[in-house]
């Protein structure tokens, strides 16, 4: 009860303040929300987000699940120092880590100069300010929240499961894929909803490495609500922004019970 | 009154049952000590700093009033402040269009000009809601790695012009500034930039957009990206140039058809020390602040008669020095006030496009 009054107050309330907002402009109408629909960036902007988002889950699942099983399975020394290098970033600001990124990847950068002074490059790349950059980025600041929950969930699996497997005649690759990875299923299921939902409201990374096209919905909020003082339709875009993400999750959360469901059939 | 209170704190549940009796309890005693202190906001870095050095502190000595710092300057803030009636700043340094959205959104004071004296002050920053804390420009700098000063790009039809003038550039993510180059670059006279035509703006945009990346959002970045050798040419706030040329830095920057602008002290409706601000205000717009700050950081001060206490070295940097300033276009806030919020709307749309 006093956790469900908790979640009222910081939840519900300014959820409810942020619909009123995007209501009553000052009076109750649905303007925002004609402006919205009326206009075509802002379906561009919800499109650009969502590629993004799950480009993003995407290459960090690629990236995160292999590393996750490594930590699982590596012994407690390897173990330890990895989590570490895992966790690390994690405790550095978004902004620093997005300007190592510009160190990095520009055209006078570490990579570009590289490659040119060993002459594999004649006329720099341009991984920066594009959706290259941004996914790069992005990529890597959500790595964490992909790969410990899998390594959570990795963490708990009996081992001693793939040898049996094997003993009952699957050949390794049989056994990882038809018993650890259905086993693992709830971690990569958690982990990418994290990522997905985390990169959906991402706004530095994009703002700072991207180009004139990688424009996200939160900049797009950014915009209406601190320079424009249009709260209505910072408000609508927010609303639907939280609208979409909810319903994807509530989706996603059916698909992966069935998943789960199904992976315990042998 | 109570009834009311009764009727609302039943809706409204205990959450602002409890806020309310908060407020209740503190106001009294919130207002009786904060009447010798000044809460200021402002944009914080090298700007701010010097503002404290030449302004915040010996105001403080000579008049007791504590300034306490806030920032950055943040209008969604502000506007929340004001509607919510819980308003921590009491003086607030804003950009000039933020004085026109501000007065019609009414969030601010009308200043009281009894008490501030504008002897000296240039006449386009006295607002009856703001006036002016000194004057930057937004120019054209470019690399002096690649272009030798003198050879650099020294119009806006130059800056368009790649192939005179190849090599990466930048522009800021926002019409403001770009609209009025675009019509510079397309040989529209200076004095008849305003009211600007739209069309054309957009139409002189189209053909330099596919050569501008990136489109820079925060005012560290034209700089940053000129000194790291990122890009070559680019749209900067003047003093961010001299900053990094301190460091430095091989960039410079032509006052040629810059953009002449302004910020300005405005005070938040319902400002808990109004009457502090108003005296800041009156205090800090004096020849003697403006010469300190303008020397402290090189923008330009808003009283003319501040040139008097500056020496000529310091003066050929700012952007209000006479020499610079003739050769400058100047801001017409106005103009913007009415026309940004679509402008914005436009401007995102033909970026995505």
């Known amino acids: ?266 | 009154m109570s009834s009311m209170t009764r009727r609302y704190v039943l809706k409204m549940g205990v959450l602002t049952a409890a806020s309310a009796a908060v407020t209740q309890v503190r106001a009294p005693g919130l207002v009786h000590a904060q009447s010798k202190q000044l809460t200021v906001c402002s944009w914080g870095g090298a700007y701010q700093e010097a503002q404290r050095k030449t302004m915040f502190q010996p105001f403080e000595t000579e008049t007791g009033i504590k300034i306490v710092e806030a920032s950055p300057t943040d209008y969604g803030k502000l506007k929340a402040m004001v509607q919510s009636g819980n308003v921590e700043w009491d003086l607030v340094d804003v950009g000039d269009l933020n004085v026109i959205a501000g007065t019609k959104d009414n969030l601010l004071e009308p200043l009281d000009y009894q008490t501030i004296d504008t002897k000296g002050v240039f006449p386009q920053v006295v607002h009856k809601y703001g006036i002016g804390t000194i004057y930057y420009s937004t120019v054209l700098a470019y690399s002096t790695k690649k272009y030798a000063k003198g050879d650099h790009p020294k119009t806006w039809a130059q800056f368009w012009d790649t192939k005179a003038f190849p090599g990466p550039r930048t522009m800021r993510n926002n019409p403001a500034d770009n609209l009025e180059f675009a019509l510079l670059a397309d040989d529209v006279p200076m004095d008849r930039i305003y009211p600007m035509d739209v069309e054309r703006a957009f139409r002189s945009m189209d053909r330099i957009k596919k050569q501008i990346n990136p489109w820079w959002t925060t005012g560290a970045q034209p700089a940053q990206l000129l000194s790291d050798g990122e890009v070559e040419l680019a749209t900067s706030w003047s003093g961010r140039i001299f900053a990094i040329q301190k460091q430095g830095a091989k960039a410079a920057l032509e006052w040629n058809q810059g953009k002449l602008q302004w910020d300005s002290w405005v005070i938040p409706r319902g400002s808990r020390n109004k009457d502090g601000a108003m005296k800041f205000i009156a205090w800090s717009t004096q020849p003697k602040p403006q010469a300190a700050i303008a020397n402290e950081i090189p923008y330009g001060p808003v009283n003319q008669k501040a040139f008097e206490l500056i020496s000529a070295q310091a003066a050929k940097d700012m952007p209000t020095a006479p020499e610079n300033a003739k050769r400058q276009l100047m801001v017409d806030p106005v103009w913007w006030g009415e026309h940004r919020n679509a402008l914005v709307e436009r401007w995102n749309a033909w970026l995505l496009k």
């Open chain 1, 1 to 266: 009860m006093p956790a469900l009054a908790w979640l009222g107050i910081v939840f519900v309330y300014p959820l409810g303040r942020l619909l009123s907002a995007s209501l009553f402009t000052p009076t109750l109408s649905l303007a925002s929300y004609a402006r919205l629909l009326g206009s075509s960036i802002y379906l561009t902007v919800f499109v650009n987000t969502f590629e993004i988002g799950a480009t993003v889950t995407m290459l960090a699942l690629a990236l995160g699940y292999p590393l996750a099983f490594v930590l699982a399975t590596a012994g407690p020394r390897v173990s330890r120092l990895m989590l570490a290098a895992v966790i690390v970033p994690l405790w550095t600001s978004v902004l620093v880590r997005t300007y190592a990124w510009m160190v990095l990847l520009g055209r006078r950068g570490l990579v570009n100069e590289g490659l040119q002074s060993w002459g594999l490059l004649d006329a720099p790349l341009p991984l920066l300010y594009n959706r290259l950059g941004v996914t790069i980025g992005m990529v890597h600041v959500l790595l964490p929240f992909m790969v410990l929950p899998i390594y959570s969930v990795m963490k708990g699996i009996d081992t001693d499961l793939l040898k049996a497997a094997q003993n009952l005649g699957a050949n390794r690759r049989q056994a990882f894929l038809r018993v650890y990875v259905p086993l693992s299923l709830s971690g990569l299921a958690t982990g990418s909803l994290l990522v997905f939902v985390s990169a959906l409201g991402f706004f530095v990374t994009p703002a700072l490495l991207g180009g004139r096209r990688d424009m996200m919905i939160a900049m797009l909020i950014d915009n209406q609500i601190s320079q424009l003082l249009d709260w209505g339709l910072g408000s609508a875009l927010a609303v639907v922004l939280f609208a979409i993400t909810a319903g994807l999750l509530l989706a996603v959360q059916r698909f992966t019970r069935a998943e789960r469901l199904w992976a315990r059939i042998p």
